[in-house]
């Protein structure tokens, strides 16, 4: 019993210590978000704000684009998440249950497609939303990101989970394929499409690489360009670790909402994966 006991917690402390180790940065950025300048350069790693003050926050919504970079985030990321559910759902379900030539293939294409690191596909991304006359603007910054790859073999993988005879029952009554996947399928795929709405909200949020090869003017900047042109010394001399770390804190916020909504769909759809397996 006292073995027991002992051993418990032992790894609840090592949980805690853990757990402190990951939130410690987290409290840092929001303690220096509320420092003054001087007190930030002095003491950045002190969890203490001395004094405390709002000053940086209020600089961050009137002294810098931040509002404009959050407008085109909301923008790209809603726009974005929309766009990689429907067509990841749509492609999923037709790649696991359509027979058509050249499916297997495809597919292989896919596998191929999510091994290649995002990085390699930069310059050509450049070259071809330039051609198209899409650099520079809006359709730039959110079509290239419409469909997703990640996206498309998770729905994929849950369809292959759902039995045909589901579907062959409403085939009977007369439905067609496109009325059998939103009516009978689409569904009984709501864990899948939460998970997939995380994975798609906190990547077109955070997306950084694309931005700087599809736009230039600092009136089409996401928050990832935005704090990138802050961390760059935009502002000027001096650390301005309160500005930085204040705006950086303010763009986490509906990551960590949206996260925390929908985390316990999430956790049950790969406990339920991980059940099938």
Known sequence: MIRTLTSRFLGYAILIFFALVFLYPFVIQI???????AN?????????????????????????GFPTWLGNSVLVTVVVTIGRVAFGSMAGYALSRLQFRGRKA??????????VP?????????????????????SGLIVPLLADATGI??????FDSVPVSVEEAARIDGAGVFRTFWSVVLPMAKPALIT?????????????PHTLVSVQDPGLFTLP??????????????TQYPLKLGAALLATIPVAIIFVIFQRYFVRDTTAGADKG
Do not use: C, H
């Open 31 to 37: 303690a220096n978000g509320l420092k003054t300048e």
């Open 40 to 64: 930030a350069a002095a003491n950045p790693l002190s969890p203490f704000p001395d004094p405390l003050t709002w000053v940086s926050l209020e600089r961050i919504f009137s002294g810098t």
């Open 106 to 115: 495809l597919f292989a294409g896919l596998l191929a497609l999510m091994a």
């Open 118 to 138: 995002p990085v390699v596909l930069l310059i050509p991304k450049f070259l071809v939303l330039n051609q198209l006359g899409m650099y520079n603007s809006y």
């Open 153 to 158: 073999f998770v729905m994929k993988q849950f």
């Open 196 to 208: 997939l709405t995380i994975l798609s909200f906190t990547g077109s949020w955070n997306e950084f």
């Open 225 to 238: 360009r935005g704090l990138a042109d802050l961390v760059s010394g935009s502002l000027g001399a001096g």
